[in-house]
């Protein structure tokens, strides 16, 4: 098989929850360990680092790989689901996975892959390993897909976790309570292993804490020992303070989204522990990390700008706290009139969201080319239901052109709603 055929037999042959949802969640872990051993255990060959959260998992795995590639380790990094391309899932020093890697894991495994039945994500999981391990990488790091206790990645012993924060998504897998799905998310803790919870939340802190206890896992809340402001935003690039234990310094990141201060912390915290294992990370390398992670990284979608006059701004952000902090955001910058090209899923609760969005916004309501995605015209008739009134192009390109065509040039446009949709911008 080539590359195509290859993709095509995986997209077709294991069930893909971004496509289908529901149907394709595993809630245990032997497939994933069945598969490891298949493959000689290759997640015991290198170091790693382990990334939950409902939000910011994404920013925060790909900043610290930049800082530790930066700092000249052979850096792995695992995220999921991929906007573009399917070798976005696996990169070695921000290099996508290469083509003929995964015709070979592929063609070396399919007889197992087609006894075992894996789901897509075991699959990929089970790939990025065997991938890193045979290119020898001094560390890789590793994003959780949902959760963290069942989540196919929870197979490895990392040098830390990170756990972002807690917030309404996927509660029909994880729960229904904060509580609860910070316990999901806490399964991530490994015995005597450091774990950094980046943003400090009242409910779900006792758990956090009783966990790692039960564990002997030291617990570090970055957020009460780094304090992160933003305080300018130019050429692509966001500066912030940040205060210490009494002292305080200044770094860029090359992220905007106004959100990254939540992830900061931790990402910072997360620095700190590892150089206490050994991890020799400079200032220069922290600082260049940073300032350069999508360049590094090849991160997309992260309030990202993709025209001026009018402002395109997308963002992936697609659950209740992720819009209200775009919806905050959006409020920072002067425009005569808002877009909003929205496309979400069908298989959550959309009504918490659709009450946040602002009602004199102009709404193009379109939907990802996927079986998971809620129609356009299902999407714009309970936006109805919140007095939120605009058109419906399905195709989610057709839908940005509208909104650019009939934009004024002070107008701002903002594309968005669910990662599928932003995925599927052209000129991303």
Not at 92 to 106: L, Y
Not at 321 to 339: A, C, H, M, N, V
Not at 389 to 406: C, Q, S
Request: hydrophobic share 40%; with cysteine; charged share 20%.
């Amino acid at each position: 098989m080539n590359y195509q055929e290859t993709l095509d037999y995986l997209y077709n042959s294991l069930p893909m929850f971004q496509r289908i949802g529901a149907a394709a969640f595993k809630k245990d872990l032997s497939n994933t360990l069945a598969l490891c051993a298949h493959l000689g255990n290759p997640e015991r060959k290198f170091k790693t680092i382990h990334v939950a959260g409902t939000n910011g998992k994404g920013s925060t795995s790909h900043s610290l790989a930049a800082i530790l590639q930066s700092a000249g380790y052979k850096t792995g990094l695992y995220t999921s689901p991929h906007l573009k391309s399917f070798g976005e899932r696996t990169r070695i020093n921000g290099v996508e996975m290469e083509e003929e890697a995964v015709i070979r894991f592929v063609e070396e495994n399919k007889s197992f892959l087609e006894e075992l039945k894996p789901s897509f994500f075991e699959m990929t999981v089970g790939m990025a390993f065997w991938y890193f391990a045979e290119k020898q990488v001094d560390i890789a790091v590793i994003e959780v897909g949902m959760g963290g206790r069942l989540d196919s990645t929870n197979v490895i012993l990392p040098e830390i976790s990170i756990i972002t924060n807690i917030g309404w998504d996927h509660m029909q897998f994880l729960g229904d309570t904060l509580p609860k799905i910070a316990s999901e998310k806490a399964g991530i803790i490994k015995p005597n292993t450091p774990v950094i919870i980046s943003q400090t939340q009242e409910e779900t802190t006792p758990v956090f804490h009783e966990i790692a206890n039960s564990l002997h896992a030291p617990i570090i809340f970055a957020d009460q020992h780094f304090r992160v402001t933003k305080k300018s935003e130019q050429s692509g690039k966001a500066g912030y303070s940040v205060e210490c234990h009494e002292k305080s310094f200044k770094i860029t990141l090359g992220l905007l989204g106004n959100y990254q201060r939540f992830n900061l912390p931790g990402i910072l915290e997360a620095v700190v522990q590892l150089r206490k294992k050994g991890w020799e990370i400079s200032e220069q390398a922290l600082a260049e990390g940073l300032e350069n992670v999508t360049q590094l990284t090849g991160l997309k979608g992260r309030w990202q700008i993709l025209g001026e006059n009018p402002l395109v701004i997308a963002d992936t952000g697609h659950n209740e706290p992720g819009i209200r902090e775009i919806l905050d955001q959006l409020k920072t910058y002067s425009f005569s009139k808002l877009w909003m090209v929205l496309g979400m899923v069908q298989d959550k609760d959309i009504s918490k969201i659709l009450a946040l969005l602002p009602k004199d916004a102009t709404y193009v309501f379109c939907n990802a080319d996927l079986p998971r995605a809620l129609p356009a015209s299902q999407l714009a008739e309970k936006a109805s239901q919140f007095d939120l009134k605009g058109f419906i192009i399905p195709n989610v390109n057709d839908a940005l052109n509208f909104a650019r065509k009939n934009a004024s040039s002070n107008d701002l446009i903002f594309i968005g709603g669910s990662t599928f949709v932003v995925a599927e911008i052209d000129d991303l």
